[in-house]
T-cell receptor, first 109, second 114 residues
């Protein structure tokens, strides 16, 4: 059973477009993290959100934690080829991280 | 040097062979983890260790074993490799006092069982 479902699974867009990736669960979490993974490397932490309704910005990336702390979204404004990668959400479940299924993003010049 | 080092980076092995994947860290973190990554399935936890004398099974531990030789070293063994263990394996570390700082991952080991 996958506790964290991400959508879409794949996304292919042109440079300059905006996009949103979703992470959904039926469980409530104390915090949620987003990671980006590039080919040949391990995931790297982008952000941690801990409060329901919280919004965090990291340059062109905006992360939001749902009010009920069951879901989260990642919005990228004016995507660039350097944003290409696998985006993973993750949440603590009894002291260890569980990961979502991932969204593979490809941004073409 | 990388904070979390995995060896080997790539390995091809035959069905039935025993294989060990190694992980070492310089972060000084107390917690270490082994994950497996398959397309469309994200990362799934195999084993984890919160301290040198602590070993815990994860979601998919069957067919795997681990050893925490020191705070900085955590190895994963496949006693008798089978083709459906072909996957990308990641070691990760975290600090129990700073869980919101996330996990630090190694670069992965790509294992192919033929």
């Amino acid at each position: 059973t996958q506790l964290l479902e991400q959508s879409p699974q794949f996304l292919s867009i042109q440079e300059g477009e905006n996009l949103t990736v979703y992470c959904n669960s039926s469980s409530v979490f104390s915090s949620l993290q987003w990671y980006r993974q590039e080919p040949g490397e391990g995931p790297v932490l982008l952000v941690t959100v801990v409060t329901g309704g919280e919004v965090k910005k990291l340059k062109r990336l905006t992360f939001q934690f749902g009010d009920a702390r069951k879901d989260s979204s990642l919005h990228i404004t004016a995507a660039q080829p350097g944003d290409t990668g696998l985006y993973l959400c993750a949440a603590l479940n009894t002291d260890k991280l569980i990961f979502g299924t991932g969204t593979r993003l490809q941004v073409f010049p | 040097d990388a904070d979390v080092t995995q060896t080997p980076r790539n390995r091809i092995t035959k069905t039935g062979k025993r294989i060990m994947l190694e992980c070492s860290q310089t972060k000084g973190h107390d917690r270490m983890y082994w994950y497996r990554q398959d397309p469309g399935l994200g990362l799934r936890l195999i084993y984890y260790s919160f301290d040198v004398k602590d070993i815990n099974k994860g979601e998919i531990s069957d067919g795997y074993s681990v050893s925490r030789q020191a705070q900085a070293k955590f190895s994963l063994s496949l006693e008798s490799a089978i083709p459906n263990q072909t996957a990308l394996y990641f070691c990760a570390t975290s600090d129990s006092g700073q869980l919101d700082y996330g996990y630090t991952f190694g670069s992965g080991t790509r294992l192919t069982v033929v």
